[in-house]
């Protein structure tokens, strides 16, 4: 199932954390955390849902995705509050089947989930692309798909919705299933172009948050590559820095020309921070004359916040230092 996990948030595509989760919109800082959450919810029989965007697409107005929610057509009365558990519960799975054999042909192409109550979500997968106006791209890719008189269109476009994961439980006991995982690559590519030629930003631009505190740093290095800014900003914050982050950045801090024991405390916000070690992981990197990852290599392991033919460092910022 991890896999299924990780492909949800196309953690192979884009900064996929921070982001929220639950309804009440906790954080999920690490991938770590989020596969913690995925296996508690799936051996508790619990529900869960995450955002659909991360923190970074949401700033960037970055869509790797369009969500659709389409369930199946019940009566106005089925939403009050007193009829809305009744009908939820009495839904019979072969009305659930019905829709989906109607909806065969765009379930074979897309990532399809189905929710485990009256319904079933649509993932459809791009390459990372900014949207000037979400909802009217994602209304846009309905019609061509056919499907714009099914989806739900409240909360179409929504750069702030949630929707349940992969192995986590609806409350009427149903399991979340993943009815197709793999997605249509000639689609895909397809829909990004039109989409990037009718809604797409006139002007890309990417933002990466960093704190003050790395503006004495950043003063005296010149100006750092995109992977390396982003993960200044997790370092100086306190959050959690993988053992690939914490190579990729001391290699860049000894390419500078910083000394081990100069470099040492920048890591020192770092919840598992150790002097001792951390000036000898430096100075083993030093000695060796250790590279930063290739921009193929970081994006895999989730240290590159933009698309890879966004940043002038591709294809390996090592070239430039």
């Known amino acids: 199932m991890e896999s299924s996990w990780l492909s ?14 639950g309804l009440w919109r906790k954080k999920l800082l690490t991938q770590q955390q989020y596969l913690t959450a995925c296996r508690h919810a799936e051996k508790n029989m619990l529900e869960l849902y995450t955002s659909i965007y991360s923190d970074y697409e949401v700033t960037n107005q970055l869509a790797t995705e369009l969500f659709y929610d389409i369930d199946l057509c019940m009566d106005e009365s089925s939403y009050t509050n007193l009829n809305y558990r009744s009908n939820l519960y009495n839904i019979k ?8 054999v109607q909806l065969e042909p765009i379930i074979k192409t897309v990532r399809t989930l189905y929710t485990g109550g009256r319904g079933i979500h649509l993932h459809i997968d791009l390459q990372p692309v ?10 846009y890719v309905a019609e061509l798909l056919g499907i714009a008189e099914l989806v739900d269109k409240q909360v179409l476009g929504d750069w702030r919705r949630v929707s349940r994961v992969p192995g986590s439980y609806h409350k009427s006991g149903n399991k979340c299933v993943l009815l197709n995982q793999a997605t249509n ?9 039109l989409l990037h ?11 990466v948050q960093l704190p003050r505190e790395t503006s004495e740093v950043t003063y005296m290095l010149g100006e750092p590559p995109p992977c390396i800014s982003f993960l200044f900003g997790q370092l100086t ?4 820095l993988s053992h690939g982050a914490r190579l990729h950045l001391g290699a860049y801090l000894m390419k500078m020309g910083l000394e081990p024991e100069e470099a040492a405390v920048l890591y020192s916000k770092l ?8 000036t000898y992981q430096l100075r083993w990197l030093q000695r060796h004359s250790y590279n930063m990852y290739s ?18 460092y591709y294809p390996s910022p090592n070239r430039f230092f």
């Open 93 to 100: 799975l072969t009305d659930v089947t019905e829709l989906i």
């Open 130 to 139: 900014q949207l000037s106006n979400l909802r009217y791209a994602a209304m």
């Open 237 to 240: 914050s306190g959050q959690p």
């Open 185 to 193: 690559q000639e689609l895909e590519q397809l829909l990004s172009k």
């Open 8 to 21: 949800h948030i196309r953690a192979d595509k884009v900064v996929a954390f921070p982001r929220d989760y």
């Open 197 to 207: 030629e009718k809604y797409g930003c006139k002007t890309l631009h990417y933002t």
């Open 271 to 278: 919840p598992d921070y150790n002097n001792t070690y951390t």
């Open 295 to 312: 921009c193929v290599k970081a994006k895999q392991l989730g240290l590159c916040p933009l698309p890879l033919d966004g940043c002038k």
